[in-house]
């Protein structure tokens, strides 16, 4: 089955700069790699997601890279804010909507101000 | 985003007792999801189901473990005896049309 390595567990930026977190799997048949943010006793809210057919999208301040052939994906945050600070998940899925998302361990961001 | 509500919010139960979690879905969802978040741990996947069917199912969903959508309407996810290691957040999520998945608040549940 799919395995999801994230790092780093922990990482501590200061308000204003730039944060990244890096993602690899290990299933070459996953195709959709969603990213979620969770704050404390909240839900996973979906933050972005990439299709294998593309290797990069933005959204305001986040973007997400994907580089298929070496498995990897990162999560891009510029401009960071105090509101940014939570635990962010990567997962990937096979794709068609039968699979679970097999998860990352996550990565608890803080920002410092 | 398409919701989906869960209840109870929390659930305490004595070990070896059965539980019932329920998901409501507010409109036509595709597939359903239900995934565990054992606390300071990651998000895992239990079962998907389609159609009325378990579609996928994990290692985790073992035969303690069931799913059934009993009216239609609501998506439940049975613990027939619960054990201390069940004690986790149970997220209902659901697709539309797309295999993005949104998650629901969640059921805390608690064995005791």
């Known amino acids: 089955g799919e395995n999801v390595e994230q790092h780093p567990s922990t990482l501590s930026v200061q308000e204003g700069d730039s944060a990244v977190i890096k993602c690899t799997y290990s299933?070459?048949?996953?195709?959709?790699f969603p990213w979620y943010k969770q704050e404390l006793g909240k839900r996973p809210q979906l933050i972005i997601d990439?299709?294998?057919?593309?290797g990069e999208k933005k959204d305001q301040r986040i973007a997400v890279t994907l580089n298929k052939t070496a498995k990897h994906f990162s999560l891009h945050i510029t401009e960071t804010q105090p509101e940014d600070s939570a635990v962010y998940f990567c997962?990937?899925?096979?794709?068609?909507?039968?699979?679970?998302?097999?998860f990352g361990k996550g990565t608890h961001l803080i920002i410092q101000p | 985003e398409p919701e989906v509500t869960q209840t109870p919010s929390h659930q305490v139960t004595q070990m070896g007792q059965e539980v019932i979690l329920r998901c409501v879905p507010i409109s036509n969802h595709l597939y359903f999801y239900w995934y565990r978040q054992i606390l300071g741990q990651k998000v895992e996947f239990l079962v998907s189901f389609y159609n009325n069917e378990i579609s996928e199912k994990s290692e985790i969903f073992d035969d303690q473990f069931s799913v059934e959508r009993p009216d239609g309407s609501n998506f439940t996810l049975k613990i027939r005896s619960t054990k201390l290691e069940d004690s986790a957040m149970y997220f209902c999520a659901r697709t539309l049309f797309t295999d993005t998945q949104y998650f629901g608040p969640g059921t805390r549940l608690t064995v005791l």
């Open positions: 997962a990937a899925e096979e794709g068609g909507g039968a699979d679970g998302l097999t």
């Open positions: 299933d070459s048949a996953s195709n959709y």
């Open positions: 990439i299709r294998s057919n593309v």
